[in-house]
């Protein structure tokens, strides 16, 4: 077993990891180097929370380069991804946590006294932040974490992500995506 989503993605980084991988619309830059680094510090900090292989961690954040890197954090852990739209109100969230039982939910800074009431309500163990200006609990708490967290083994059929339906005729479901789904 590899941790074929993360591991595939990740040996088709360029040798040389300083190369940009991202630029924002301000001029910033981030390299592949830190990507790798970013999502072994975020999968560090969310297993350090108790997630472990398989647990679901609920997304609901504005897109950033700190986005992506918790995404791959995610895969790295072998973790699930479950991206919430940035518009879903107090009744969906709780309706997600309740159908998902994600162990940790990541929302937008302002949003956390709001999130954090319905996570309790349902369960959730942890309730980080992420903004978009590298910032937030996620940031901060990654930052203490180490560069060297090594890619949990995960099998092509293991749950990567679960991406919900738009609900047209009845609620949303979700949708179980594997390691390989979200590779091809």
């Known amino acids: ?44 900090l969310l297993t350090s929370l108790g997630a472990q292989k398989g647990d679901r961690i609920a997304v609901q954040v504005d897109k950033s380069p700190e986005a992506l890197f918790l995404y791959l954090g995610c895969i790295r852990a072998g973790l699930v991804y479950l991206p919430l739209n940035t518009a879903y109100q107090a009744g969906e969230l709780a309706y997600f946590m309740g159908n998902a039982s994600p162990v940790i939910f990541v929302c937008q800074p302002h949003r956390e006294a709001e999130v954090s009431a319905i996570a309790a309500e349902q369960g959730v163990k942890s309730v ?18 180490g560069d060297d967290f090594a890619p949990v083994a995960c099998a092509d059929d293991d749950l990567a992500a ?23």
């Open 1 to 44: 077993m590899t941790n074929s989503l993360f591991m595939r993605i990740r040996d088709r980084f360029p040798a040389d990891l300083s190369s940009v991988l991202i630029e924002t619309p301000d001029g910033k830059t981030y390299s592949y180097g830190d990507a790798d680094r970013y999502s072994a510090r975020i999968a560090g």
């Open 128 to 145: 980080l932040t992420l903004g978009t200006e590298a910032d937030g609990t996620l940031v901060s708490g990654a930052a203490e974490q």
């Open 162 to 184: 679960i991406l919900y339906t738009s609900g047209t005729t009845g609620k949303p479901k979700g949708a179980m995506m594997t390691q390989m789904n979200l590779w091809s």
